[in-house]
C-alpha cells in the first residue's frame, strides 16, 4: 500500500522556537497534501490543503502566519511552526493522495510537538 | 446535529468475536467512504475505501454502505488481541476532493 513518511515523530523544544515537520510520500507522487491537529480522544481536524507548487489552502481559524506549509515537490510537503508556544503542543499528522482522480488520503504516523 | 454520528465506545469484544462499527450521516452529497484504524500515536491506516453501495471484503474486514439508508459499517471477523485500536469513519464529497468527514472514532477493545 501507499506509504507516507513523517519525521520527526517526536519533537520537544521550548517556546519561541520554530519547529519544521516534514513529510514523505515514499513510493507515489502526492499531488495533494493534507496537514491535521489531533487533540487526545479527538478525531482529526484539517488545518490546511497543499497542492505541489501552490499556496496552502488554510481552514478558517489557522492561523497561516504561524503554521506555515510548504509543498515543493510532488513526494515533501513541510509543515513549520513558527514562534511555538505552549498551546501548540499536539499531535500533527500529515496525509496525502496521488494524481488518480478521488484517491483516499493515506496518513503519515504523526508527530508529537511539546512545547515547553 | 453532526454530519457524521459515530459512537465513541468503548467497544470491548472477547478474540474471536465479531466487532461491528457503523457510522450514520446526513449528507447525501456523501459518495466516497473510508474506514481507518488508529492506534496510539499512530497515524490513521486505511483499511477500506468505497464508493458504491453494497459490501466489500478484504480479508477479516468487510465494509457495509447503505446509501438509502446513510449508513455504513465495518466488521471485523476472528478479531485478535492487536485489533484493539481507534476505528475512524471517513466520508467525502466528489465536489470537495479532499475534504474528509470523520467520525468522532470508536475505541475497540478485543480481550484475549
Known amino acids: 500500500g501507499a506509504v507516507v513518511s513523517q519525521h520527526p515523530s517526536w519533537v520537544i523544544c521550548k517556546s519561541g522556537t520554530s519547529v519544521k515537520i516534514e513529510c514523505r510520500s515514499l513510493?507515489?507522487?502526492?499531488?495533494?497534501m493534507f496537514w491535521y491537529r489531533q487533540f487526545p480522544k479527538q478525531s482529526l481536524m484539517l488545518m490546511a490543503t497543499?497542492?505541489?507548487?501552490?499556496?496552502?489552502?488554510?481552514e478558517q481559524g489557522v492561523e497561516k502566519d504561524k503554521f506555515l506549509i510548504n509543498h515543493a515537490s510532488l513526494t515533501l510537503s513541510t509543515l513549520t511552526v513558527t514562534s511555538a508556544h505552549p498551546e501548540d503542543s499536539s499531535f500533527y499528522i500529515c496525509?496525502?493522495?496521488?494524481?488518480?482522480?478521488?484517491?483516499?488520503?493515506?496518513f503519515g504516523d504523526g508527530t508529537r510537538l511539546s512545547i515547553l | 446535529q453532526k454530519e457524521v454520528e459515530q459512537d465513541p465506545g468503548p467497544l470491548s469484544v472477547p478474540e474471536g468475536a465479531i466487532v461491528s462499527l457503523n457510522c450514520t450521516y446526513s449528507?447525501?452529497?456523501?459518495?466516497?467512504f473510508m474506514w481507518y484504524r488508529q492506534y496510539s500515536r499512530k497515524g490513521p491506516e486505511l483499511l477500506m475505501y468505497?464508493?458504491?453501495?453494497g459490501n466489500k471484503e478484504d480479508g477479516r474486514f468487510t465494509a457495509q454502505v447503505d446509501k438509502s439508508s446513510k449508513y455504513i459499517s465495518l466488521f471485523i471477523r476472528d478479531s485478535q488481541p492487536s485489533d484493539s485500536a481507534t476505528y475512524l469513519c471517513?466520508?467525502?464529497?466528489?465536489?470537495?476532493?479532499?475534504?474528509?468527514?470523520f467520525g468522532a472514532g470508536t475505541q475497540v477493545v478485543v480481550t484475549p
Open positions: 496525509s496525502a493522495s496521488g494524481r488518480s482522480e478521488h484517491q483516499p488520503q493515506h
Open positions: 513510493d507515489f507522487q502526492a499531488t495533494t
Open positions: 497543499s497542492n505541489e507548487g501552490s499556496k496552502a489552502t488554510y
Open positions: 449528507n447525501s452529497a456523501f459518495q466516497y
Open positions: 468505497t464508493y458504491s453501495s
Open positions: 471517513a466520508m467525502q464529497r466528489p465536489d470537495s476532493w479532499g475534504k474528509l468527514q
